[in-house]
């Protein structure tokens, strides 16, 4: 097998930069001489193998070096500039805030595959959300599908394996009504990567076995040649399990998919901007079907205790993932034994190759025997490739020949910090003029905002997974009172009994993404963004106080500086609120460089914050949903509804160019959904459901059709913190809002748990399966059929 | 030998890629296309008779109650004539190819154990009115065949 070695030693800035272009390393010129100059102390060229390891190991995807790396941010507000320096943004803000907060039920925080909760006394709970937007703007059914299948990984990986229990999937894409003709050559269209990107997620996830039971779709026209694609998953573990330990004299054992040139350059790939000439092998293709063979053994291996350590083959292959686990012992690898699919790989493409469902084990010799039996005995393949070593030394082999001998102390700490300038200027917001409409108008609005493709229903979506499989969803993604009256439920419930035998316990899982107030503000749009994840999970019944949550960035260039001022915004956001409420993070992810060039016209995508929240409750009999469940019943809106129409549906449908972003008072919010909890544990909650997207009408409506009740709005009972229109108000997109429903016997106790906050009762159940909104200050009455407004909801996303 | 073994859903029964297929075409704005049928073909290549290869269809890759099967013999891929409206898709060489993979395992589990290599393609068959090659080739490329990773092939 042919190995290179590469000129490096005499080559000048001009020829490294070139050096790096020609063979997709993504390595900065800082970078490229901080190689050479490795290479010059040792007095000899690189080989092929080791200059594409660095690659990979160094790159943004594996590294995270522009959260991690100097920062030097400007922010400019009326006219006073002040300058903060970031050593480490993602460490000084959003992991800060964790450590400060030192929560006792934090098992595994940002070190591991994924983090890890408390669940009960023997359990924990893993949870880890990925991106994988490049390859599904290339791939849409593929890119998606590994996408999935890679976070499942993640949390088989994470400590000596978890089980994963639930998927859940946020996909950002472009306008499916764009003409063909918008269209950059060589890109899909939006509506077909949407297809594909569903069903790529559909069918890996429902051959793997596991359910996906949460998730969010946002269409905008930012998103067009390069959508976003979030997978997670959640999985349990036993604590005594969580942590992995790699001694020097284990084994390296490769387990799962055959090696082939599939992804080869995937890392660096996702740190390049996406042109028509996109390399091809960085495609990669997934097989469920190995992958769950893979689950289902490894899980045994794990129960028998015959490994020490394990990690997916994620991006960057086996030089990551053994790279990884050998990074504080040493490695020595012969890579001829790895298995291949087809001949003809150089050693370099075994390395780093992207092929999917491969984990690597640490095995103790002792049980070299028993292991490779029992993945035998499965149908998995299974072969050892090397030995952890004690040296430090990264020694890679092909039969005799030595094909990479480096330091790991170099590989994993000698990337050069750079140090980027970021900049964010306040701008100035100004309200938008009152909003007056007729009766007439604002009846055709409010079915106008249901069916807008950012709000309307993704059953068309949802019904095509299977978010039932494994018997243990007890809030599903739809709920209603029949199968065919439904709405969209705020968050999913899972109730592990098959795992943990006797419990009543539950996992919340919910997710908050709102690029359009990004557009304005990505400070408000991360705080939004939290606190919409967390209202979802209160609204079911999670505690506030034991959420946690899952950061991921999807941002633009941020070689930038706008584009990375925005970005420090929304981490000091996420610092802020995640101290505020004292939720902390515990993993995250960040996907830059989402950005596209095609005929010299760069398009960026508009920034993305999704936050993700895990949170176990005591009891799932508890759980509330979000249907309207009897007649005579009282409904409340708690919290205040201020004028804050800017990014909202709204404003998007009136083509109303200014507004204020939502807001997200801390202090209130945390108080309000800590008595909202109370609340729903004493059990005076019938319903209940939060306003985002849409505002307070197109909630309502949700849970009216959802639950095939009329109601009857006295409009002027809700509280607004100024004057505002009847549109303006029930249109308005204000945080720390819920609807709940109240049975009358438990209304005075309910109102006395919020005594202090603001809030008012808004409306009765009525039995004429109307929606009467009334208001007498404004002089409008509307009557709209709730199968109108269900219709309406329905009838945009029917694929 | 080459065979082509093509798997298409019986008359009477439902054929859901194919209904599927014909909204889709409809969806990227181009009129009259009426009917798609599905046809999913499996090449083998390899040492085996057309005693085996019938086997491998009526046995693994066919379902007998709601699926026909034909198999096409070749000596090289050059004799092959595509058929008339018809649009094939097949994986470009070294993309993975599961299902192939997994009918190469199940071949050898029915007891043939000749070295063989599986190829999967899909095939629509269009009926419709004013259907030319530009038509068709808008359908393979706008929405059949993804070609960073598949070939289409038209006649």
Known sequence: ?799 | MIFEIEIKTKKGFVDPQGLHTVSDISGIGIKDITDVSYVAVYRISGDITSKQADIVAKELLSDKITEDYTIKQYKSLDDKILEKNSIEVWYKHGVTDTVSESVVKAIKDLGIKEELVVKTGKKYCLKGKNIDDKKLKKIATGLLANTLIQEYLIK
Not at chain 1, 27 to 47: A, C, D, G, W
Not at chain 1, 174 to 192: C, F, I, N, Q
Not at chain 1, 496 to 508: A, L, N, Q, R, S
Request: charged letters at 25%; glycine letters at 8%.
């Open chain 1, 1 to 799: 097998m042919k190995v290179n070695t590469i000129e490096i030693l005499k080559l000048n800035d001009k020829e490294l930069v070139e050096l790096s272009r020609k063979s997709v390393l993504s390595l900065s010129l800082v970078e490229m001489k901080e190689v050479q100059k490795y290479f010059r102390n040792i007095k000899r060229n690189p080989t092929d193998v080791e200059l594409e390891t660095i690659a990979q190991t160094w790159s943004e995807h594996c590294k995270h070096k522009t959260l991690t790396g100097n920062i030097e941010y400007c922010e400019e507000i009326n006219g006073k500039k002040k300058v903060t320096k970031y050593k480490n943004l993602l460490k000084e803000t959003i992991f800060n805030a964790t450590m400060k907060l030192n929560k006792d039920w934090c098992i595994s925080v940002f070190k591991d595959n994924a983090g890890i909760i408390d669940f009960d006394k023997t359990n924990g709970v893993a949870f880890k959300v990925e991106t994988h937007n490049h390859p599904s703007a290339l791939e849409p059914y593929g890119g998606s599908a590994t996408g999935i299948g890679g976070v499942i990984r993640d949390i088989l990986g994470v400590g000596l394996g978890a089980k994963p229990l639930a998927n859940t999937d946020v996909f950002c894409f472009g306008l499916p009504d764009t003409k063909a003709s918008e269209v950059p050559e060589g890109m899909h269209h939006p509506k077909r990567i949407a297809k594909g990107v569903v069903s790529g997620v559909r069918d890996y996830g429902n051959r793997m076995g596991i359910p996906t039971v949460n998730g969010g779709v946002f269409f905008d026209k930012g998103y067009m040649a390069n959508p976003l694609v979030y997978c997670g998953t959640m999985g349990i573990i036993p604590k005594n399990m969580s942590e992995k330990e790699v001694k020097p004299g284990d084994l390296v054992l490769v387990v799962g998919g055959r090696t082939g040139r599939d992804g080869i350059h995937g890392a660096t790939f996702s740190s390049v901007e996406l042109d028509k000439e996109s390399d091809v092998s960085a495609v990669q293709i997934g097989n469920p079907i190995v992958e769950k063979k893979v689950l289902d053994t490894m899980l045994k291996a794990r129960d028998l205790k015959l490994y020490r350590a394990v990690t997916d083959c994620g991006a960057g292959g086996l030089s990551s993932a053994a790279g990884e686990l050998g990074e504080k012992t040493g490695l020595v690898i012969q890579l001829e034994n790895v298995p291949l699919k087809y001949k003809g790989l150089a050693p370099w493409e075994i390395w780093i190759s992207e092929a999917q469902e491969r984990m690597v084990f640490a095995v103790p010799p002792k049980n070299k025997n028993k292991i490779l039996n029992l993945f035998k005995k499965e149908n998995v393949e299974a072969t050892f490739i090397g030995k952890f070593t004690n040296d430090g030394k990264l020694l890679l082999k092909y039969g005799n020949e030595v094909v990479a001998n480096m330091e790991m102390s170099f590989l994993h700490g000698g990337v050069p910090k750079p140090t980027r300038k970021a900049v964010w200027k306040q701008k100035t917001i100004k309200k938008q003029s009152p909003v007056k409409v007729s009766a007439k108008t604002l009846q055709e609005d409010i079915k106008k905002v249901l069916a807008d493709i950012n709000v309307c229903s993704r059953d068309w979506i949802i019904r095509q997974y299977d978010h039932e499989v494994q018997g243990q969803t007890v809030v599903k993604p739809l709920q209603g009172s029949s199968i065919t009256n439904l709405g969209p439920q705020d968050a999913a419930v899972i109730w592990p009994y098959t795992v943990v035998k006797g419990t009543k316990k539950g996992i919340v899982l919910s997710n908050g993404i709102n690029p359009e107030y990004g557009k304005i503000d990505t400070y408000k749009m991360t705080a939004s963004s939290i606190e919409e994840a967390m209202r979802n999970a209160v609204c079911v019944g999670a505690d506030p106080e034991k959420i946690s949550l899952l950061d991921n960035f999807c941002w633009g260039n941020p070689n930038k500086p706008e584009i990375l001022g925005s970005l420090v915004r929304a981490a000091q956001a996420a610092y802020d609120l995640s101290l505020g409420y004292g939720v902390p993070f515990i993993s995250g992810k960040d996907s830059l460089y989402n950005e596209y060039t095609i005929d010299g016209k760069t398009y960026s995508i508009p920034p993305a914050f999704l936050v993700s929240s895990m949170s176990v409750i005591e009891d799932v009999n508890k759980t509330v949903t979000m249907d309207l469940k009897d007649i005579g019943n009282d409904v409340y809106l708690l919290g205040i509804t201020n004028n804050e129409l800017g990014g909202s549906v709204y404003s998007k449908i009136k083509n109303i160019k200014s507004g204020i972003v939502p807001d997200v008072n801390v202090k209130v919010s945390k108080d309000l959904m800590k008595k909202l909890h109370k609340a729903i544990m004493e059990g005076l909650v019938e319903s209940c459901h939060d306003c985002s997207e849409g505002g307070f009408i197109t909630a309502v409506s949700e849970m009216a059709f959802a639950g095939d009740k009329g109601i009857k709005i006295d409009a002027d009972a809700i509280k607004t913190g100024e004057k505002m229109t009847l549109a303006e108000t029930v249109f308005s997109e204000s945080n720390t809002r819920f609807i709940v429903e109240v049975n009358p016997q438990n209304s005075k106790e309910f109102e006395k748990i919020f005594k202090g906050h603001v809030f008012s009762k808004i409306g009765t159940i009525t039995d004429d399966k109307n929606l009467l909104l009334v208001s007498e200050k404004s002089k409008i009455s509307i009557k709209e059929n709730i199968k109108n407004l269900q219709k309406a909801w329905q009838k945009t996303l029917q694929w």
